[in-house]
């Protein structure tokens, strides 16, 4: 008799057995765990620690002396983000070579297609533009037609206030000057550049 007569509520045998790693947890949380271990492993959990409560106590800089000693703790706190950011840099290479192969598996695969239908894609377009009708593929497919509006910038300087100081604009223009005053440039037109101290600490 078989088992499942004996035994009516004993699920049945799966027929092929489960991929491999399917009991392992999940890899964003795989992940997470090796590089919380790494950390652990060479002490830098505690070393974060340590310079958050060294910080916390920091003296006023008021002569040397203090402006040493905070010194002495802006560097440590600079090897340590070296020293984890290198951490996560072994765990996270591997992640991103694994993506760029995947990702370039997959566009190896989509080129030709693509290639293909885009050589279509006009000549549909020149169809649509001429027949105000809907059509249907014999697999469902809907051909219809849409109007669509180009542009092309001819004088920037004519462009409206709303575009010119949209947040997008402004946020472009500064990572250009940026460049440029980093580059050498100290005299650029509508822009004040100035110099200014800053610690600097080795």
Request: cysteine-free; proline content about 7%.
């Amino acid at each position: 008799m078989a088992e499942q007569e004996h035994f009516p509520d004993l699920e049945k045998w799966p027929e092929a057995p489960p991929p491999m790693g399917h009991n392992k947890p999940p890899l964003e949380t795989s992940v997470v765990a090796e590089f919380d271990e790494a950390i652990a492993v060479k002490g830098l959990f505690a070393r974060v620690n340590e310079i958050v409560d060294a910080a916390g106590r920091a003296p006023d800089i008021t002569d040397e002396d203090s402006a040493g000693a905070v010194g002495d703790l802006l560097a440590q706190a600079k090897a340590a983000t070296k020293a984890v950011q290198a951490e996560r840099e072994i765990i996270n290479r591997p992640l991103l070579d694994a993506q760029r192969g995947l990702k370039g598996r997959a566009d190896a695969l989509l080129a030709p297609m693509d290639r293909a239908t885009d050589e279509l894609k006009p000549k549909l377009d020149a169809w649509a533009a001429d027949h105000a009708e809907v059509v249907h593929g014999d697999m469902g497919a809907r051909v219809g037609h849409r109007t669509g509006w180009e542009f092309e910038v001819t004088d920037y300087a004519k462009l409206p206030l709303n575009i010119r100081r949209h947040p997008t604009v402004l946020e472009a223009i500064d990572k250009v000057v940026r460049a440029l005053v980093k580059s050498g440039e100290r005299k650029i037109p509508g822009v004040k550049i100035w110099s200014s101290k800053k610690a600097s600490v080795r």
